[in-house]
Structures are given as structure tokens and as C-alpha cells.
């Protein structure tokens, strides 16, 4: 606190001077300008709640502008004139038009500046050094605390910023080496322009015709191969953008839950330690990430081509060499880091009863090595010491082989100069295909007869002031074709209003009621979720499940033509949308490259089934799905249900048992022989469970 009134006292001294540096004011005009110039496509929801707003604040010329660009004195404006303009053009501006511009921005400056007086300043400080010293507690959410007076001596300090700790350390940043030049700002490939005659919208063979793919530019092979890279010279969006994506293929890194714990922490660690640099980077529309997957180390950059390279450089050099200087430099701060992921695990347990009903199902759909459970990550997290995590961070970047996507505002010889510095930096040994990590398959559930209770599983809400049940009903498609996929989301859009109006709005069983189509790699699962505060969750499945049965005669049987072809026709829409900027194109992109189907046209190819699907088609894959139909291979009859039941209160019910698999008689551990019936799990079944889908998966 005190080194931010610090600052304050150092820009009111400076700003009474007038000797703020020029060249902040020139920044921070450059860099607004720079986002109106180069403003990307966003929602449009959110483009329509921004006018709103500014309607009530600008006037009529000003409802785009005025919320997004700075506010400066007109050429030829007198800022004695009470109506001197502040914007009177939509032209590019790169410096201050004038001295009496700039004046009057620094004049603006100091008003500001005049009014962050220690007077004017709350202070809440969030600390568990507070804990069993509060006094008060918050009425909605019960948190503890208190409000007490400043001492006058602190305060005095604060208004005097004679800090001595840190007054040395106090300084208007440096100039910003980040911000791109005008040269460097230049669209190498201009998109071609519309005809200002022709429509505004996008036609149906237009969305229809696919976006011409990333093109190889580089591949050593699999056996021992050092790099595969993707280019993509942007034609579509003229803007001196750029998005590198590099993955270091490893299997090690997030082989077990340690290591899991692990990545978590030096995710947090090296974001955290390269702010400070990162921040110059970040005000010039730059952006890095690191992540530590189940099949490797991955970074990220984006933003202004013309600097980029130099980032890029850097963050990956401080990353995969210079270890330390992203690593805490003391155990008292290896322990915050810690205790940051501690809580973060630990706040699993105050979410909602439909989240853990969706955790739980989603652990049984996915690989041990891709998802650790929670439990294992707490219990990981307690074992990480720095003298370990330091040993895990210099084997992220030993040994593997190169995956790579480069789009955007470059050439291809930006971008084999991009990969050879990056491959420079890091350094890395090959390896063999063989020891490359798999991709994760999507556990297939238990195929369950036509009149046989799903697999279940049901879990104790962990929070015991929650009082609400939840149920979470899944119905697994392993079909991988296009048709497939687009059939279960016809089936999503049919399902999806009559079942909030049944369990929601006729029967008023809970208050949160939902489906909807979720994905895991080449598989497809249809979604149906509740939660209530009056009816367990028992009567949610149950109610459900009943929902369920009537599908086909209630909704599917009743279909039109017609109606078919709505539904298909609002998914073709939704699929074929235009990408709004780059970064979509980019990460659609990178999705197919990463997970291997490399169908770059997918969305264009699915829309084409879209257009052949008639009710029959609608009908047999319902009958396939929920009624067991087809060939065990693709159908069968899958489904999960997943149970969260409150400790107390009127959606309570039986306390669930922590494991329902008993050893049958010939001592075997085989899941589904020790449930005939059917079978049921408990929270320290998981594990068993996963085992031996993972077994069936790989055969």
C-alpha cells in the first residue's frame, strides 16, 4: 500500500512540474489508437450492450468512438471555449496534433492525479493472518470480517509517500519496446474487397465453401522427427497480426498426478515471474500462455507481428533455459505459490451440487493420465517441495518432437525463421514414435440392456451447507463420422426446450435445468442436467429418465419435414458462421492439428449432412442411442448417471456409500460382474472403474 501511494506522490510531484515524461502520454495515445485501427469482430451482443450504454453518455457521432478512443482538443480548439470538440475525425492519429493538444491532456493528467488523496481511498486487504480475528459477518455469504481504523501515523505516511523501503525503487516506466512501427504495422496480403453494391451478408454458398487450410511447411517424420509445422499466410482479415503455437510432444510431463501438481504449479510460477516483462508486451497487444498437457509443453504467442518474434524469443528462452528466473526465489515464496493452488483445489468443494454431478461424469469419460481427480491433486499439491518442482521444470524441455502452427501477417520466411529460433532455444532431443504420447481415447460406458438401470454413480455433497440435490444424465455416442456428429446435435436441439419446460417449468423440480451436446475428441455425449433444492436426486433421475422414454413417441415420431429442416437449417448457421478474427481461425486450426483429425473442413463437411438428414435418420440413431439399437461397436445403449446428495434439508436422501463393488465369489474385481444388475459406483470406485474402461478402449 505504501508503494502505491508512492507512485501517487511521485506523479503529483511530476505532474505539478509538468515533467511527466512525454513520451507516456505519447504511448498511451499510440496504443489506443492502435486497438480503434486494428479493432477485431467480437460478439455482437456485447457490440449491442456497448451502444446502448453510450447512447446515454455521447452524443449521436460518437456512440463507436466515444467509449473507445481518447479524448483529445480538436485542431483548432481552444479549450476556453466550453464547446471545443474532443474527437472531429476517425483518421489515424500517431502523435499529438499540436502543444496545446498535449497541454491540455496533461492538464487533464493532474485533475486526475489530484484526486487519489489517501482521503479518498478504501483499503480491504484479504488475508487468512484475519482468521478467528473478525468480528462481522457478511449477511448473503457468511464471510467473516471487520472494518477498523487506520492508524494516523500510517496515514500520515501514506500522504507524505516518504516509504523509505521503497522510494529508490519508484520510477515512471521506461519507454514501451513493444509497440509495433508504422513499417512493421504494414498487411503483406490485403483481403480482397467487397463490392460496396453487393449484399452486406454472407451467402449460403459463401458459408458453404471452406477456408483454404494451414499448409505444411515442414515435417521430419515420425520416427525420430524433429518438427511438424503448420503455415498460414492470413489473406482474410488485413490485420499485422500474428499466432505462433508450439507444442513440445513429451510423454512424461503429466504422467502421473504429481507431476500434475507440478505443471499447475510452474503454469503458475512462470505466468506470475515474466509479468513483469510480459506487461510492456501485453499494453501493445501482446500475449503469451504456457500450459502443461497430458501430451506435452505448449506455448502460445499472439498479437502485432512486427515485434513479436523478439517476445517470443525471450519468453521461450526464460522458460526452457534460464529455469531460475521463473522459479521462487525463497521457500516463503515457493509457499504462496502453493497455497494459491492449494485453495484453488480446495474451492472445488463450495461449488455448486451440478458441477460435482458434471466433474464426477466427466472423470468416467476420460483417461487417468488426461484428468486426475481433484482428491489426488490436493493430496500431490501437499507432497510438491521447490527442490522438486525445480528438478521437474529442467525436464520439461529435454527430449520429444516439435508440433507447430504459424498464422497470420507473416511470410514463410518469417515463419521457418520463427521455428528455428524457437528450436534453438529450446534445444530438445528426439525420440521415437513409440515413446511419443497417445492420443486419449474417450472411456466407453458400459453397454446397458433396453430395460436395465444405467451405470450410476453417486457421490455426498462435499459442502454441507449446501442443501440442494443434482443429477446429471448422459447418453454416450462413440460414432465418429460426421453424421453421427451432427445427428446428436439434432437430437440436442429437439430435446432441449421441452425438457426445461417439464422438469422446470410444468413440474417445478429444480431451479437449474439444462441439456445439451458435450464432446470428447471423436465421441459425443447428450446431456441432461438438474438441480433442487426440494426433490432428490433420485426423483431428478427418475423424472428424467422418464422424460427419456418418451422422447421418440412425444417429440421424435411427431417431427415434420418441415421441422427437420428447421433445426437443421439453425445448426447450419450456427456451424458455417464466418470466423470473426484471426484468433478464431487460428484455434480452429490448432484443434484439428493437435488432436490429429486434421479436418480442417469439418464444419463445412457436417453442414453438408445437415442437409441430407431426414426424420428416419433422426429416429433410428434415437433408437440406436437410448434404445440399444445397432451394432455394440458405435451403439449400444450407453448412459451415465451421475448423483450429488445434500447431507440435509428437503432434497436429501440416504447418505451414499464411498464404494458399492463387492469382490464376487471367485474373488474377481471385475466391475460389471460385481454389479449384475446394474452397475453402481461410489466415489472410491472411480479409479477401478477407469482401469478397466481404459483396458476395453486400447483393445
Known sequence: IGA?????????????QQNIPNYIFQEVLQL????WRFLSKGPASSYVQSLVKSMGQYPPMLYIAGPRRLALLAAGSSSADSNYKLLDSSQYRSNFSNQEQLQSTISATRSLVDRLSVDNAIVTITSKSFSGKTRRKEKWYGTDYDIQPIPPSLLEQWTRGNNVEVSSSIDFPPPNPFIPSEEGLKVKIPPVKKDPSSSTTTSFEERMKPVPPPKIIRDDGDNNGRWTVYFKQDDRFGQPKAFVIVQLLTSQVYSNAQNAAFAQLYQLCATDRLEEYAYDAQLAGMSFNVAVLPRGVRMTFGGYNDKLLDFAKYVSKKLAQDFDSVLPTSEEEFERYKDQIGRALAAFDVQQPYAHAGYYSSLLFQPRNVVY???ELREASKRTTLADLSTYVRSLWTSGKGLALIQGNLDRSEADQFVQIIDDTLG?????????????????????SAGGMPTRIVVSEPNVSNGNAASHVSIQSLGKTEKDHVLVEILGAIVNEPFYEDLRTRQQLGYIVSSGVKAFQETRNLVFLSQS??????????????????????FLEQLTDAKVGMYAKGLIVQRTEPDKNLAIEATRNWAEIATGRLQFDRLQSEALELLNITKEDIINYWDEMYLGKGDDKNGGRRILISEIIPKSGPASSKNPSKTYVKKT?????????ANKKSLILGIDDIEKYRIERELIASS
Open 373 to 375: 481427480t481433484n482428491a
Open 4 to 16: 502505491i501511494f508512492q507512485y501517487i506522490q511521485l506523479m503529483m510531484t511530476s505532474s505539478s
Open 533 to 554: 433444492s426440494i426433490a432428490s436426486a433420485e426423483t431428478l433421475t427418475k423424472e428424467t429418465l422418464k422424460f427419456l422414454d418418451n422422447v421418440r413417441s412425444n
Open 665 to 673: 465369489g471367485n474373488n474377481k474385481s471385475n466391475l460389471e460382474e
Open 428 to 448: 530438445f532431443t528426439t525420440v521415437p514414435e513409440k515413446e511419443l504420447p497417445p492420443r486419449p481415447k474417450a472411456l466407453p460406458l458400459p453397454i446397458v
Open 32 to 35: 489506443n489508437e492502435l486497438e
